[in-house]
Structure formats: structure tokens, C-alpha cells
């Protein structure tokens, strides 16, 4: 036992070393694409791990542990090659709104009456692709995303319709990692070479003198760049009953800078869990809090990512959690060369902008 205590607290003094000798800058402002977005993965959210909450700092197991904990690879027993994996997640709310704008005519009233139906309720669109080689201890891929936030104003104007903003990223990914004292201590890395686009229409217009012309090239602000985003971070498997662990994560390490295309926030990420096999499964339960030292001043429910899946022997995971404090819940489906998960998540609104119920759906061809 005392061993054991020592052993704590060597993973919770690298962590404290970690989040001092790496975490001391603060982190870059937010593009208006990332103001707006707010998410805290914009390269890539596994549809598995929003099931459970996004939580998986402290339990990753499998190819989203680059995104998550890159320590995680090292759970990692058999290697998994996924050549389509693509994943589409669109608010709960946008079809209704897209009928209600297509049903209304060319004419600017019209329009602006069609917008102040919304009341406001911001939609969100998202399509992305992980095609990746993930086996024990490495991981590489190639990732592409492409994400776009319509918010209408309330009430809707001609001279404030609403704002728009897209965020775009493609590049190629590395995990690797490596496991000490019998694996109890995990280490990992991953970095990501990234191209990313940001293009926002901070407040849409109807030019004066225009019954319906509404020329959103004059009110575009973008920019693009290439850059590096590093991951790190360490897992401590505990030994006692139910297989707890401990797991710190940072995210965009010293600030991911692309450029013209914005920055990306340094975040600090704390979490527990458990893995234990129970009945003919697997049961995961995770606990994290994102954002240790609120770098991007998120309000107090927006830090917590919790959640649990159940896994079957054969083909059947089931999960549920809170996603910055809200319900969330997930289905997995694994047929080997075909895998299909699908979550509901709800994304908390900033500022202005009301929560966003989310839907996402994942469909990866090739072999778990």
C-alpha cells in the first residue's frame, strides 16, 4: 500500500510539473469561428466518445485517444484500420428552419419575418473524416473537418439578419505512446499538422435600397494558415478493484498557432475512471474535468464531461452521460468491417446563444 501511495504521487507530481513547465502561457485568442463554435475539439469528436459525455481522459482505449489522451493508446491490444471513417452531426432544429426559410419569398420582409420565427436558436452543421492506422502504443491518420454555426438575430433586422461562421481544418495526424512499471504508469503524444480556414459574417445585412439582395461577400472576414497542434498526456492505472484510473490530458500545447487562421486555445484536462469487465462485457465509466485553469473562461458546468457505456461481447455498446452538463446519450454498433455509432449531445450556448441540441452519426469502413 505504501508503494502504491508512491506511485500516486509521482502521476500526480508529473502532473502538477506538466500543467507548470508546459501550461505557463496563456493561451491565444479565439478566432471568430472559435468564438462562436466553442468546441473543445475542432479537429475531430468521435461519435463514440460523445455518447458517454466526451469524456475520455482517463479511460481512452482506442483511435480517438489522439484527440482525447494520447496516453490511451497504450490500452490499445490489437490494431484497427478504418479507410472511411466519417462522421456528420447537424442540430436537432435544422430541418424545420430550413423549411421555414425555403418557404418564404424572395422579399426582404418576408425574409426577416421568416428569421424572427427562430427566435434566435442558433443551428449547427458538421461533416468530418478520420481514415487512421491505430494499433499498440501508435496511431497515424489523415483528418478533415469542416464546421459552419448559422445563428439568426432576435429580433431579425435589415440591417442585422444574424451572424454566420465556418471553421475548416485537414491535415495528418501521429499518436504515440509508451507504458511504464507494467504499464500501471502511461505516457503519450500525438501532433497534428494541420491546415485550418475560418470565415465568419459577423452581422448579415440587407443592403439599403435591396428588396431581397443579401451580398454576404462584403461582409466576410477569413483568414487561413498551416500549423502544429500538440497533445500530450499520462494515464496511472490503480491497483485495486474495478481497474480506477487517473488521467491527465493537455490539450494544443503551448498554443496551436495557424497563421491567419487563428489560434487554437492551450487546455489542461483532469479525469477518473473505471474499466472493470462485468458480466459477459465491459462496462467504462469517466469523469473528466476539461480545462483545469479556465484558459477559456467557460462558465462553471461547462468543465464537466462525465459518462458510461456498456459494451457487449458482440456487436451492442450502450452509452449515456453529460456533456458540459447536459444529457447526452449513444448507441454503438460494430459489425468489424463496418462500425456505426450514433450520439445526442447538447452544446452549450455562449454569450448570446442558447444551447444547441446536437445529433452525430459515424460510419467507419475497414476493421475493429
Do not use: C
Request: charged content about 10%.
Amino acid at each position: 500500500m505504501r508503494q502504491m501511495r508512491k506511485r500516486i504521487s509521482l502521476i500526480l507530481g508529473l502532473a502538477i510539473f506538466l500543467s507548470l513547465g508546459l501550461g505557463t502561457a496563456l493561451a491565444g485568442s479565439l478566432t471568430p469561428a472559435q468564438q462562436i463554435l466553442r468546441l473543445p475539439h475542432p479537429f475531430y469528436q468521435g461519435a463514440s466518445v460523445l455518447g458517454m459525455g466526451g469524456a475520455a481522459v482517463a479511460t481512452a482505449n482506442d483511435e480517438n485517444a489522439v484527440f482525447y489522451n494520447p496516453a490511451g493508446l497504450d490500452n490499445i491490444t490489437q490494431w484497427s484500420f478504418h479507410l472511411v471513417n466519417v462522421e456528420a452531426q447537424a442540430s436537432t432544429s435544422l430541418p424545420s428552419e430550413i423549411q421555414t426559410i425555403a418557404g418564404s419569398s424572395q422579399n426582404s420582409t418576408d425574409i426577416i419575418n421568416a428569421l424572427n420565427s427562430l427566435n434566435g436558436i442558433p443551428n449547427y452543421v458538421g461533416l468530418s473524416d478520420y481514415s487512421n492506422f491505430t494499433m499498440h502504443d501508435f496511431a497515424v491518420g489523415i483528418v478533415g473537418s469542416g464546421q459552419l454555426v448559422i445563428d439568426p438575430a432576435n429580433p431579425a433586422t435589415q440591417n442585422n439578419l444574424g451572424n454566420a461562421a465556418a471553421l475548416g481544418d485537414a491535415g495528418l495526424v501521429l499518436g504515440l505512446a509508451h507504458g511504464f512499471l507494467d504499464h500501471s504508469l502511461q505516457v503519450g503524444i500525438s501532433a497534428f499538422v494541420m491546415q485550418q480556414y475560418f470565415g465568419q459574417v459577423p452581422q448579415a445585412q440587407i443592403p439599403q435600397g435591396s428588396t431581397s439582395n443579401i451580398n454576404l461577400s462584403k461582409q466576410l472576414i477569413s483568414g487561413t494558415g498551416i500549423g502544429v497542434a500538440v497533445n500530450g498526456g499520462a494515464i496511472y492505472h490503480l491497483d485495486l478493484p474495478l481497474n480506477p484510473t487517473i488521467g491527465f490530458s493537455g490539450w494544443n500545447i503551448g498554443t496551436a498557432g495557424f497563421g491567419n487562421g487563428g489560434t487554437l486555445p492551450e487546455m489542461f484536462n483532469g479525469g477518473v475512471g473505471i474499466s472493470p469487465d462485468i458480466g459477459f462485457g465491459t462496462l467504462t465509466v469517466d469523469a473528466d474535468y476539461d480545462d483545469l485553469f479556465n484558459q477559456t473562461g467557460w462558465e462553471a458546468q461547462d468543465h464537466i464531461y462525465a459518462g458510461v457505456k456498456y459494451m457487449f461481447p458482440a456487436i451492442l455498446g450502450l452509452s449515456a452521460g453529460l456533456y458540459s452538463g447536459y444529457p447526452a446519450a449513444g448507441l454503438t454498433l460494430d459489425f468489424k468491417l463496418l462500425r456505426i455509432d450514433g450520439a445526442y449531445y447538447t452544446q452549450n450556448g455562449y454569450g448570446p446563444f442558447p444551447a444547441d441540441h446536437i445529433v452525430a452519426l459515424q460510419v467507419g469502413l475497414g476493421w475493429d
